[in-house]
């Protein structure tokens, strides 16, 4: 049985949630909407403000499925009211990071300046030259665009260049021993 999926699911003031008959579960808060499909061997019960997540069966699928749609629900009431976000940061010389309306500019050592548009729903901003903060309501989208701005220049391990997850640690390693002594 799973630990997470068994928790109870608590709906804040202000959010609303709705369950159709083939589990799309809807969610309005604050901050947008968001829609998720939960499979049909997941049992969605909503009593007096708590959203109660069970399986109908004992197979493997469920059981698997179980804990994640719980947390899927939840990531979506989480998104609806604070919203989430990731925080990335540019190392490097000459690395740096420009906002032009929606149009992300990034100078990472290429011969051309590279430009992203933020996609709908998700946000971002420049907080200092080498600083970007990406925000949006969905967890999977906003992971999504910090992972596809990342890999432009992904941290590499001699000199700690690239554009790193905020909290992330870059291991580290020796460069070659000088000159070989005779």
Avoid: C
């Amino acid at each position: 049985m799973s630990r997470i999926g068994k928790l109870p699911v608590v709906l804040p003031a202000g959010v609303e949630v709705k369950v159709s008959d083939n589990n799309l579960v809807t969610v309005k808060g604050p901050k947008g909407e968001l829609q998720e499909q939960i499979s049909k061997l997941i049992k969605l019960e909503i009593n007096e403000g708590v959203l109660a997540v069970s399986k109908d069966s004992d197979i493997k699928e469920a059981n698997s499925l179980y804990g994640l749609s719980r947390t899927l629900i939840n990531n979506m009431i989480i998104g609806v009211t604070t919203g989430f976000e990731k925080k990335l940061k540019l190392v490097g010389v000459g690395y740096r990071v420009e906002k032009k309306g929606n149009v992300l500019v990034m100078n990472l050592g290429y011969s051309h300046p590279v430009e992203m548009k933020d996609p709908d729903g998700i946000q971002t901003e420049v907080s200092s030259p080498t600083e970007i903060i990406v925000r949006g309501i969905s967890k999977a989208f906003v992971g999504n665009y910090a992972a596809n701005i990342r890999k432009w220049r992904q941290p590499e391990p001699y000199k700690g260049k690239g554009i790193h997850l905020e909290g992330e640690v870059v291991r580290r390693k020796e460069g070659k021993s000088g000159a070989k002594k005779k």
